[in-house]
T-cell receptor, first 114, second 113 residues
Framework: DGGITQSPKYLFRKEGQNVTLSCEQN?????MYWYRQDPGQGLRLIYY???????QKGDIAEGYSVSREKKESFPLTVTSAQKNPTAFYLC?????????????FGDGTRLSIL | SQKIEQNSEALNIQEGKTATLTCNYT??????LQWYRQDPGRGPVFLLL?????KEKRKERLKVTFDTTLKQSLFHITASQPADSATYLC????????????FGQGTTLQVKP
C-alpha cells in the first residue's frame, strides 16, 4: 500500500541533544511538508519541499532543519536551539504543492523532553 | 490579522442526527478549502476539497458548503454514526494556490449511540 511512514512513533530528547525524525513516502509525490501540532492549536508549518534538493522555511522554522536528498525522504532534525520541542510532529506529502492538492499524512512522531 | 477558526467546544450529538461543523476565516481569499478527519494519535486524513466557485460538494454522507461572502465553510455529516467520532480540521490555501495550507484547530465530534 502507498503511504507515508514516520518513525519513531515516540521519541525522547535530552537537554542539548539533536534528534532526527524520519519521514518516507512511496506515493511518488513531489511536495513534502513538516507540521507541528500542539494541544488546542492547528497544525503549524515548519518546513516544506516542492522538489528534491529544494526546501523552504515555513512559519516556525527556528530550531529545526531538514534535507531532501531523495524524492521519497524528508527527515526533520530538532536541534538543541528549539527550546520547546515537546509536540506531535506530522509529515505530509502531495503530488504538487498547490491548493487543490490533498495532503497525505503519516501517523506522527510524539517528541518529549527527558 | 489573518485567522481561521473552528468551534473549539466539542460537539455531542445522537446517532442518526446530522452533525454540522463550522469553519470561519478572516483576511484570506482562498481559492480552495479542505476538510480532514483526525483520530487520536493519528495523522489527519483528507475528506473533501471545495473550490471558491463551488457552493456545495458532496461525498456519500458528507456535505461541504463554501460561502466566500460570509467567509465560512460548513461541514455536514448526515445519519451520523459512533464511528464518525473524531476531530475534524478545516484547512485553506492561504493565497494564490500556493499549496501552503493554514489549518484550523479542529472541532471534536462525539456521536453517542
Amino acid at each position: 500500500d502507498g503511504g507515508i511512514t514516520q518513525s519513531p512513533k515516540y521519541l525522547f530528547r535530552k537537554e542539548g541533544q539533536n534528534v532526527t525524525l524520519s519521514c518516507e513516502q512511496n506515493l511518488n509525490h513531489d511536495a513534502m511538508y513538516w507540521y507541528r501540532q500542539d494541544p488546542g492549536q492547528g497544525l503549524r508549518l515548519i518546513y516544506y519541499s516542492q522538489i528534491v534538493n529544494d526546501f523552504q522555511k515555513g512559519d516556525i522554522a527556528e530550531g529545526y532543519s531538514v534535507s531532501r536528498e531523495k524524492k521519497e525522504s524528508f527527515p526533520l532534525t530538532v536541534t538543541s536551539a528549539q527550546k520547546n520541542p515537546t509536540a506531535f510532529y506530522l509529515c505530509a506529502s502531495s503530488g504538487r504543492m498547490k491548493g487543490d492538492q490533498p495532503q497525505h499524512f503519516g501517523d506522527g512522531t510524539r517528541l518529549s523532553i527527558l | 490579522s489573518q485567522k481561521i477558526e473552528q468551534n473549539s467546544e466539542a460537539l455531542n450529538i445522537q446517532e442518526g442526527k446530522t452533525a454540522t461543523l463550522t469553519c470561519n476565516y478572516t483576511n484570506y481569499s482562498p481559492a480552495y478549502l479542505q476538510w480532514y478527519r483526525q483520530d487520536p494519535g493519528r495523522g489527519p486524513v483528507f475528506l473533501l476539497l471545495i473550490r471558491e466557485n463551488e457552493k456545495e460538494k458532496r461525498k456519500e454522507r458528507l456535505k461541504v458548503t463554501f460561502d466566500t461572502t460570509l467567509k465560512q465553510s460548513l461541514f455536514h455529516i448526515t445519519a451520523s454514526q459512533p464511528a464518525d467520532s473524531a476531530t475534524y480540521l478545516c484547512a485553506l490555501d492561504r493565497s494564490s494556490n500556493t499549496g501552503k495550507l493554514i489549518f484550523g484547530q479542529g472541532t471534536t465530534l462525539q456521536v453517542k449511540p
